[in-house]
C-alpha cells in the first residue's frame, strides 16, 4: 500500500495570493495526480506530474494557474495561484502504485478557503 | 464529449437491503472504468475494472463492467450504515491521463 501526505491539510487566504500544497508518497511513483473537487461536485482531475518532464493538464486547467513541480519519485507540489473564492476547494493528491497498477491512493486532501 | 452517467443520484434503503449502483460511460479510447466509496474528504478506492464479464469482488462489494453496452454496476449486498457514502464512478480515456467522473450516488443506509 501507499501512505500518502499532504500539507497543509487546510488553509484561509485572500485573494490574489497563492498557496502551494505538498504531497509526499511514501514508494517511488512514475505519475502523481492532483485532483479538485468543489464544494457539492464530483472530484476533476486537474493535472497529471510526471517525474523529470512537464505536467500534463486537463482541459480547462493551465500552467500559469496551477504551476506543478515534480523534483523526485515521491513528492510533488501544486500552486493554486493568484486566488479567487471560486477556486475553494479539496485538493486532493493521488497515486497509482508502480508495481501494483490496479490500485489507486488519494492523499487526504488540502480543503482551501478564499476569502 | 467523453462523459459518465451515474444513477440513481440519490438512493435511501434500510439495513440489510442489497443495492445496484449504475454508471454508465461515453469515451474514446477507454482504458479502465473505477469505483471509489467518498465518506469525508477523500475518496477510498474501491475497484479498478478493465475486462468485461469478470466480476470483482470485495467482502459485500461486487462490481462488474460490460464494455459492449458502456456501462458498469455496483453491487452491495446486506448493506450496513457504514455503507452509507457517496459512490463515484470515474473512466480512464488513456493511461494516466483524462480521467472523466461522474457526479456520483449519494447512499443512504437508515437503520
Known amino acids: 500500500s501507499a501512505v500518502i501526505s499532504q500539507k497543509p491539510s487546510r488553509d484561509i487566504c485572500q485573494r490574489g495570493t497563492s498557496l502551494t500544497i505538498q504531497c509526499q508518497v511514501d514508494?517511488?511513483?512514475?505519475?502523481m495526480f492532483w485532483y479538485r473537487q468543489q464544494p457539492g461536485q464530483s472530484l476533476t482531475l486537474i493535472a497529471t506530474a510526471n517525474q523529470g518532464s512537464e505536467a500534463t493538464y486537463e482541459s480547462g486547467f493551465v500552467i500559469d494557474k496551477f504551476p506543478i513541480s515534480r523534483p523526485n519519485l515521491t513528492f510533488s507540489t501544486l500552486t493554486v495561484s493568484n486566488m479567487s473564492p471560486e477556486d475553494s476547494s479539496i485538493y486532493l493528491c493521488?497515486?497509482?502504485?508502480?508495481?501494483?497498477?490496479?490500485?489507486?491512493?488519494f492523499g487526504p486532501g488540502t480543503r482551501l478557503l478564499v476569502l | 464529449e467523453d462523459k459518465v452517467v451515474q444513477s440513481p443520484l440519490s438512493l435511501v434503503v434500510h439495513e440489510g437491503d442489497t443495492v445496484t449502483l449504475n454508471c454508465s460511460y461515453e469515451?474514446?479510447?477507454?482504458?479502465?472504468l473505477l469505483w471509489y466509496k467518498q465518506e469525508k474528504k477523500a475518496p477510498t478506492f474501491l475497484f479498478m475494472l478493465?475486462?468485461?464479464?469478470i466480476e470483482k469482488k470485495s467482502g459485500r462489494l461486487s462490481s462488474i463492467l460490460d464494455k459492449k453496452e458502456l456501462f458498469s454496476i455496483l453491487n452491495i449486498t446486506a448493506t450496513q450504515t457504514g455503507d452509507s457514502a457517496v459512490y463515484l464512478c470515474a473512466v480512464e480515456a488513456a493511461y494516466g491521463q483524462n480521467f472523466v467522473f461522474g457526479p456520483g450516488t449519494r447512499l443512504s443506509v437508515l437503520p
Open positions: 469515451v474514446t479510447n477507454f482504458r479502465s
Open positions: 514508494s517511488q511513483v512514475t505519475m
Open positions: 478493465t475486462s468485461s464479464g
Open positions: 493521488s497515486v497509482f502504485l508502480r508495481e501494483y497498477r490496479e490500485t489507486q491512493y
